[in-house]
């Protein structure tokens, strides 16, 4: 049904389009196919001009800058070079905190001062930002806090009860991906968010590394939307519709990304690529 929805489109609010290679083609055409607004997260300023560059494939994508924390340290001790990219984004996302892979303190001291940064600009600029929060949701919940941060979606959540009400408490949308296929704790969380703070995404093709390649392309969403219907008790039209409704709310919600412009994403990569080629 999922694909045959007319004028319905399917959202998927994180995904990395910059790390397809080969495959790239089919998946241009998949989000053709079944309409697939697609966000397209960034992890750094490499990361941001490729999206740039392949989100001008399709009007359905819209590229986004981030900073990963695990490339934090590239960037935390001239926070300023983050500045043009950030102007030019009509989203932060993928940005947050992660410590598994921290081997110094000074790498989870980059972590927070980039995302403290990237927060800041948020806020002043009146963004969502999409947040990572593996096993440090307590940490980026209390910088959320710290920074009145109301425009936030958590990216994959896999953190604390508490930590969960507090966020939904606050306003906050919650992605579910590819995992409610499988996750008992995210089926119940799916069951548990509120309609109107509920988004769809893939991660893709990052969940290649846990799950079927399949699940790898943009089609993975219908699956999802499949299954998150179920669990909540709905019909599939009516999952999209919400999805819809509540990606339209952002919209909304947001004047950079209901002005957003796709020349201001291609006049930054071609200011990149010039400052490139002068070096």
């Known amino acids: 049904v999922l694909h045959q929805t007319g004028t319905k489109m399917l959202i998927d609010v994180h995904a990395h389009l910059d790390l397809y290679s080969e495959n790239i083609d089919t998946v241009f055409e998949e989000i053709k196919q079944h309409q697939i607004i697609t966000v397209s997260n960034s992890v750094d300023l490499d990361s941001y001009q490729h999206n740039c560059e392949v989100a001008g494939r399709s009007n359905l994508v819209i590229p986004i800058f981030g900073v990963h924390p695990i490339n934090a340290s590239k960037y935390a001790g001239n926070l300023q070079q983050l500045d043009e990219a950030m102007e030019s984004s009509p989203i932060f996302g993928e940005v947050g905190l992660d410590f598994k892979f921290v081997e110094e303190a000074s790498q989870a001291s980059d972590q927070k001062a980039v995302f403290e940064y990237l927060l800041e600009a948020a806020s002043n600029q009146n963004k969502y930002v999409i947040v990572h929060s593996k096993e440090t949701d307590a940490e980026v919940l209390k910088l959320i806090e710290k920074h009145d941060i109301q425009n936030v979606i958590m990216h994959w959540f896999t953190g604390t009860q508490e930590v969960f009400r507090r966020l939904i408490d606050r306003g906050a949308f919650f992605t579910i991906g590819a995992d409610v296929l499988y996750s008992i704790k ?31 392309m943009p089609r993975a969403l219908i699956d999802i939307v499949k299954e998150l219907a179920r669990q909540r008790g709905s019909t599939e039209m009516e999952m999209v519709q919400t999805m819809e409704r509540n990606f339209m709310s952002i919209i909304q919600s947001t004047p950079t990304l209901s002005k957003f412009s796709k020349k201001r994403a291609r006049a930054f990569k071609n200011r990149r690529y010039s400052r490139q080629t002068q070096l």
């Open 186 to 216: 995210t089926q119940q969380m799916a069951r548990e968010i509120p309609e109107d703070q509920l988004l769809t995404e893939t991660d893709n093709p990052l969940v290649s590394l846990n799950l079927p390649d399949t699940l790898a």
